[in-house]
């Protein structure tokens, strides 16, 4: 799909949280898809916090964090650049056979069904890999969606994404 495509998709998205922007948070549902014949071996699903920062002329931006020291420890960022994050950790002893992949379903209980899918994970080898990847993605101005900062909150993944509006 082009850039147009996936401008439009988000631009319903975009508008949302600026209605959210009255600092309210969203539970994202990451459903797990588990290859493993025990799907114990792997969570059903993973919430991911995000919340828009309120209203400002000319940019718009949301904070986000996932609770992955629940799955794992010893993590660390992998690899970023301005438009994606890798954290990476090594999964807990419950979940070390959990081969599977995880991405966004539901947004505050809703089926989320938007083109850019930003949020991923993959559970493969022992290690989780969480994914911020905002390439494709475009703002109302037709600017790249940027990561404006990727750090830890309580020792877990936290970030900030955004563009111009």
């Given amino acids: 799909m082009g850039s147009i495509g996936i401008s439009i998709g988000l631009l319903p998205l975009l508008s949302n949280w600026r209605v959210l922007a009255q600092n309210q948070s969203q539970n994202i549902e990451l459903k797990v ?9 792997c969570p059903d699903k ?3 916090i995000e919340k828009p920062h309120p ?3 000319g940019s718009f931006s949301t904070d ?3 609770n992955l020291s629940a799955y794992a420890s010893n993590i660390s960022v992998q690899a970023s650049n301005s ?5 990476v ?9 959990c081969f599977a992949s995880a991405g966004m379903t539901k947004v505050d209980g809703e089926a ?10 993959h559970f493969v080898k022992g290690k989780v890999y969480f994914i911020l990847d905002l390439a494709g993605g475009s703002d109302p101005n037709n600017y790249p969606l940027v990561v404006l900062n990727n750090s830890f909150k309580n020792g877990n993944p936290a970030w900030t994404w955004g563009g111009s509006d």
């Fill in 112 to 121: 989320y069904s938007e083109h850019l899918n930003y949020l991923r994970m």
């Fill in 55 to 57: 209203y400002q002329e």
């Fill in 83 to 87: 438009f994606s994050v890798t954290w």
């Fill in 46 to 48: 993973v919430i991911v």
């Fill in 89 to 97: 950790g090594t999964l807990k002893p419950r979940y070390a056979k």
């Fill in 64 to 66: 986000g964090s996932v």
């Fill in 33 to 41: 898809y588990s290859e493993n014949e025990q799907k114990q071996s």
